[in-house]
């Protein structure tokens, strides 16, 4: 089993607080619930009122909503280290759903157990809501993304930023990163479609920027590709510890 300190939560969490050993045993507490889940599962259903909520361990998930036509709104990609399902699991009620993109592994958190955890360390409690605020900066990214960036622009900014999300936890880089998403899923979370995203990810790799082939994004010029889009991620906050 992989030490507390090395996983994807902790290093996500070191971000924003240097992690006591302490701290360290108070989040080791959070993964004695283990559950698996096979692609394609929803670990959480839209209405859902079940006051639990998950670390992801392994593999990726993805956040979404149902509109009435039945068509589907990809809000976010949830990769390891990421809470799912804690804003619904503190409101009462889920206003979406989440599905596994991949097999994954998640601890199950009971709402209470969080809670104890937060009146226990100041410090965790301020890194959870550091982790959330960040979250929520990524939303109103991709409101941006959506609403005023072009459908290059919503590619190249999208894949960005999941790869600076990734190298924090240690599972990418500038040079690339592996990644399990389909076509059908970029186009549910940029607004395109199927067809425009593979046109726009061919503009990409013609124009020698970035290749996305067999489930490996390539930054064939990081720089250039950053600039193509004014990508700044200090949005992402995750320079260094700020509570130390």
């Given at each position: 089993?992989?030490?507390?300190?090395?996983?994807?939560?902790a290093r996500k969490l070191g971000a924003f607080v240097a992690l006591s050993r302490s701290d360290l045993s108070l989040l080791?507490?959070?993964?004695?619930?283990?559950?698996?889940?096979?692609?394609?599962?929803?670990?959480v259903h839209q209405g859902q009122s079940d006051q639990i909520a998950y670390i992801l361990a392994s593999?990726?998930?993805?956040?979404?909503?149902?509109?009435?036509?039945?068509?589907?709104?990809?809000?976010?990609?949830?990769?390891?280290?990421?809470?799912?399902?804690?804003?619904?699991?503190?409101?009462?009620?889920?206003?979406?759903?989440?599905?596994?993109?991949?097999?994954?592994?998640?601890?199950?958190?009971?709402?209470?157990?969080?809670?104890?955890?937060?009146?226990?360390?100041?410090?965790?409690?301020?890194?959870?809501?550091?982790?959330?605020?960040?979250?929520?900066?990524?939303?109103?990214?991709?409101?941006?993304?959506?609403?005023?960036?072009?459908?290059?622009?919503?590619?190249?900014?999208?894949?960005?930023?999941?790869?600076?999300?990734?190298?924090?936890?240690?599972?990418?880089?500038?040079?690339?990163?592996?990644?399990?998403?389909?076509?059908?899923?970029?186009?549910?979370?940029?607004?395109?479609?199927?067809?425009?995203?593979?046109?726009?990810?061919?503009?990409?790799?013609?124009?020698?920027?970035?290749?996305?082939?067999?489930?490996?994004?390539?930054?064939?010029?990081?720089?250039?590709?950053?600039?193509?889009?004014?990508?700044?991620?200090?949005?992402?906050?995750?320079?260094?510890?700020?509570?130390?």
């Amino acid at each position: 089993m992989t030490a507390i300190e090395d996983t994807p939560l902790a290093r996500k969490l070191g971000a924003f607080v240097a992690l006591s050993r302490s701290d360290l045993s108070l989040l080791s507490g959070l993964h004695r619930r283990r559950k698996t889940l096979v692609a394609g599962r929803d670990l959480v259903h839209q209405g859902q009122s079940d006051q639990i909520a998950y670390i992801l361990a392994s593999g990726w998930v993805c956040s979404y909503k149902i509109l009435s036509d039945g068509s589907r709104q990809i809000v976010d990609f949830q990769i390891p280290g990421d809470f799912l399902g804690l804003r619904s699991a503190l409101l009462h009620t889920s206003d979406h759903g989440i599905e596994s993109v991949t097999n994954i592994e998640v601890s199950e958190i009971l709402v209470k157990d969080l809670l104890d955890v937060f009146a226990q360390n100041l410090r965790l409690a301020t890194a959870v809501l550091w982790a959330a605020s960040r979250d929520e900066a990524m939303v109103v990214e991709h409101l941006v993304n959506i609403g005023r960036r072009s459908a290059v622009e919503r590619m190249a900014h999208f894949l960005l930023e999941l790869g600076s999300r990734l190298t924090l936890v240690g599972m990418g880089d500038k040079s690339g990163y592996t990644c399990p998403l389909t076509q059908y899923h970029l186009a549910d979370a940029l607004g395109l479609t199927a067809v425009h995203v593979n046109r726009v990810l061919r503009q990409l790799r013609e124009n020698g920027l970035l290749t996305f082939r067999n489930g490996v994004v390539t930054f064939d010029n990081y720089q250039e590709l950053a600039t193509l889009v004014n990508f700044d991620p200090t949005y992402l906050d995750q320079t260094g510890p700020l509570l130390k």
